[in-house]
């Protein structure tokens, strides 16, 4: 209903005006909506497989494995962003993650950590703090709230070096999250070699050198121009993760 409304009022625009530029203007409006109903059919053909519940998996969880986000933009409820994110996701990386992460399991509680990187404040357990940047929070205080689907890629070899990753993430919990915006774009387009800042850092860099920490991606991938679309790349096509699961939250509850 929102989307004929739309239509039709633009449609009048361009019956009633003779301006040239505005015809040029509507017009780029309306493919924008049809690129945005086009991604919206993707993202349900996308997430047309069973959900399991966190709990039902969480035993099985162990670190190494990956977390890959898909986040709804319209719920930001800021119309501008969500048709600027959901093109340049879907046309720019031709994969419609938005985030990563990556699970680090602690066997004396059982409990499952998301270590990534945010601009949103989470409960750190290092620092014991709220902060931005690089953080280790409990998964499931991420996955509840989360607006938009997740996917758990389970990591088939296991392995005995966990302490690798512990040491990266003790020695990094300085890192703020990088707001560049042309580096951000780079991640997805490549044109050139992204600078490694010591001090800076976006989700797919923080698991992608997580992820070399624990020999499991070559140390030559270089972290800073390495995108959500890449770490699920790697994921699907390495042969050490299993098929991704698509977990429940309260998004694909309510």
Known sequence: MLLRTIFYSLYNSLKYHNNIMN????????????????????????????????????????TGDLILCIHDHLADVNLLKYLGANIY???????LFTHSGIVVKDDTNNKA???????????????????TGTVLTELTSVVEPYEGRIFIYKLIP????????????????????NTNIIE??????????????????????????????????????????????????????????HPPILINNYYLKN
Request: glycine content about 2%; some cysteine.
């Open 158 to 177: 296991s392995i005995d070096n966990t302490n690798d990753v512990i040491n990266y993430i003790h020695d990094n919990t300085h890192k703020v999250f």
């Open 23 to 62: 015809k040029y203007i509507i017009g780029f409006v309306i493919v924008w909506l049809i690129l945005i109903v086009k991604y919206e059919i993707h993202v349900k053909n996308l997430c047309n497989m069973q959900i399991v519940e966190l709990n039902q998996i969480y035993d099985e969880l162990h």
């Open 184 to 241: 951000m774009f780079n991640v997805s387009i490549k044109l050139w070699k992204n600078k490694y800042r010591p001090d800076k850092t976006i989700c797919s860099q923080t698991v992608t050198e997580s992820l070399q920490a624990l020999h499991i991606i070559s140390e030559d991938a270089h972290s800073p121009n390495i995108g959500p679309a890449d770490i699920a790349n790697f994921a699907e096509d390495s042969g050490l993760y």
């Open 113 to 131: 950590y998301i270590y990534t990187a945010t601009d949103t404040p989470f409960f750190d357990k290092y620092t014991q703090s709220y902060k």
């Open 89 to 95: 996701y879907y046309f720019s990386t031709g994969k």
